[in-house]
């Protein structure tokens, strides 16, 4: 058993999240999360809100609350529809905890004792208008290294470049379209270059592995070839204040939001380690001190650059692993990120995800409707893993229909139904025959085929094999046809094809439970079992451990109950009652008709929202 770091990109607290956002972090972690819990290592799944940064400050302005009012508001609605989702965390919490504060600020120290945050004078952008700050991503223009027009302030998405606001070719704000003013201001800056060497030699290490994906080792690689300094602070009041002398009082000087937001993979683990109880505040160490350990950074792929360069840089220069050598701060060397597993993106319908143009499906309104296990199948089986995907409702009707109803739902349904009504129990296996055992071999082969796909984060290979194993349950019920098997003379071959296939489901429903967990449960009833078969999140309120004034939703859960990844011999015996459906048939073309008005007219009655 390994300790194994599931570290989740953190959603940032502007509004609901959108399937898209899901496709890239949420489903793809809970899936892999889950199968190591299977296979026996000692997982640590942690993220959270990401609740600072100008966007917040202008997102309350506009709403006509506070900044705190308006990530209180979409923390709990973000961790509600992630609960919903049955993502597996063992701490699903915020940044604007007190813990997280003195984190932050903890390696923010150390770094800069190091000497790897410098001080420098730089070009801020200020509205002419308001005379507030403009942060680098609300300022847009043409790239000057390959002439993107939409480049932002701080990093073109079309090159991938590094970029300052006042390099940018007809630069405009982004809320109201002015040019903005450059002011010289100072600022603390991550020094990039004296760590790149480091940096260099982590990433040749990753690439010799082979197990990142090829467009993202290939990315991070090119970020070394023009590194510079980075800077870590902003021209903002909302955030973790600078925590130096002469500057921590400062009320408009705060921490960029991207050094704190990646911080918080471990704040998290110290939060989840802190609240087990006295004598247990150091058990996130064994995730982030062994060298031993492993940690798998899930997130899209507009936020490799945070994951493979300035984190890893990050934690590089809290070591004093840079060309300036250093000590390390009382959290000792941090272990650097084993793989930064980096999604595609999710458009919709042909376009791009808009939440201003309402082009956008929420979480929280397509569970509502249609629960979550179509719409993590839809990802798992279709998502962007490795190449941008597209969503359609033709394609997800189609999907939920043909292969989760008619495909493993139908499976599982006639096996009960027929057990129930022959025998009303699980019976017991007789004689053998050939294509008895050819079923049981290839699924229990399926176990480390399966498995070796989700290892390596290959989840529609994964799946592809496991609905490739239920078309072999469903062409050996066709062969045996056991609802001819008729009269005394032939109970006991009836018995053992049904408790072959009983068997059968019972190991197929193992197998797709990391992706369908809520239908896993649901299986496991069918069958006769008893409890939950696959341990699901639960939504806590919890004090801040650092000021008992505040409290705040986290997500958590009990996941030692976790079934281990192998075959279970099912139990003759047990009582098995006629089945109801395990998955919805949806009709074509009302959903299909529905759900495109929606996107047509977002007016649209949506009964998520009507209450």
């Not at 120290?109 to 005379?131: C, D, F, L, W």
């Not at 995907?389 to 989760?404: G, I, K, M, T």
Request: proline share 7%.
């Amino acid at each position: 058993m390994s300790h194994v770091l599931s570290a989740v990109a953190w959603p940032y607290t502007n509004g609901p999240r959108h399937i898209g956002h899901v496709a890239g972090f949420g489903v793809p972690s809970d899936v892999f999360s889950r199968y190591m819990r299977m296979a026996g290592h000692d997982v640590l799944m942690v993220s959270g809100t990401d609740e600072h940064g100008t966007p917040i400050l202008v997102l309350a302005e506009e709403e006509g609350v506070t900044p705190q009012q308006l990530v209180d508001k979409y923390n709990a609605v973000i961790a509600q529809d992630l609960t919903d989702l049955g993502l597996s965390y063992d701490l699903f919490t915020r940044t604007t905890t007190r813990n997280h504060y003195a984190v932050v600020q903890e390696l923010f120290r150390q770094v800069h004792a190091n000497g790897y945050m410098i001080e420098q004078t730089t070009k801020g952008a200020i509205s002419p208008s308001t005379g507030r700050t403009l942060p680098d991503r609300y300022i847009e223009g043409t790239c000057p290294i390959c002439s993107f027009p939409e480049a932002r302030g701080d990093q073109c998405d079309n090159c991938g470049n590094q970029l300052d606001a006042d390099e940018l070719i007809n630069p405009r704000s982004k809320i109201n379209g002015e040019t903005p003013e450059f002011i010289e201001t100072q600022h603390f800056f991550l020094d990039l270059p004296a760590l790149a060497d480091a940096l260099g030699e982590w990433l040749d290490g990753r690439e010799a592995s082979g197990t990142w994906r090829p467009n993202v080792i290939k990315f991070s690689k090119n970020l070394l070839k023009d590194v510079r300094p980075r800077a870590m602070t902003r021209d903002i009041d909302w955030g973790i204040p600078i925590p130096l002398e002469g500057w921590e009082d400062n009320p408009t000087k705060r921490l960029y939001v991207w050094f704190d937001a990646v911080v918080g993979y471990l704040s998290a683990s110290i939060e989840w380690a802190r609240r087990l109880g006295p004598g247990q505040e150091d058990r996130w160490r064994e995730w982030w001190n062994d060298p031993g350990a492993v940690s798998y950074y899930f997130q899209g792929k507009d936020n490799i650059t945070f994951h493979s360069q300035i984190w890893p840089a990050e934690l590089l220069g809290y070591a004093g692993k840079g060309d300036k050598g250093g000590e390390p701060g009382t959290y000792g060397v941090l272990n650097l990120p084993t793989e930064v597993v980096a999604s595609e993106f999710m458009t919709l319908e042909g376009k791009q995800f808009s939440t201003s143009r309402k082009h956008v499906i929420y979480v929280q309104d397509i569970v509502a409707r249609y629960g979550p296990d179509p719409i993590r199948y839809f990802i798992c089986a279709a998502g962007p893993e490795n190449q941008d995907a597209d969503f359609s409702w033709a394609e997800f009707v189609q999907r939920n229909n043909s292969e989760l109803v008619a495909g493993w739902g139908n499976l599982v349904n006639r096996t009960a139904a027929m057990i129930a009504k022959s025998f009303g129990e699980i019976p017991r296996s007789y004689a053998v025959e050939p294509v008895d055992e050819e079923l049981l071999a290839t699924v229990r082969g399926a176990f480390a085929t399966v498995g070796a796909s989700l290892e390596r984060h290959r989840q529609k290979a994964a799946l592809a094999e496991v609905m490739r194993v239920v078309g072999e349950a469903n062409a050996y019920v066709s062969r045996t046809e056991p609802f001819k098997l008729k009269g005394d003379h032939q109970r006991e071959r009836l018995a053992t094809v049904l408790h072959t296939l009983v068997q059968a489901v019972s190991d197929i429903n193992t197998l797709i439970s990391p992706f369908l967990p809520h239908a896993a449960n649901r299986v496991h009833a069918v069958l006769g079992g008893e409890g939950e078969f696959m341990p699901m999140p639960r939504l806590d309120m919890v004090s801040d451990l650092d000021d008992d004034a505040r409290a705040y939703p986290v997500i958590t859960g009990e996941y030692s109950g976790t079934p281990r990844w192998e075959s279970r011999p099912v139990v003759p015996g047990t009582p098995i009652a006629k089945p109801t459906g395990v998955f919805t048939k949806l009709d074509p073309d009302q959903v299909v008709e529905d759900e495109r008005a929606r996107l047509a007219d977002p007016a649209t009655p949506d009964p998520a929202h009507s209450a």
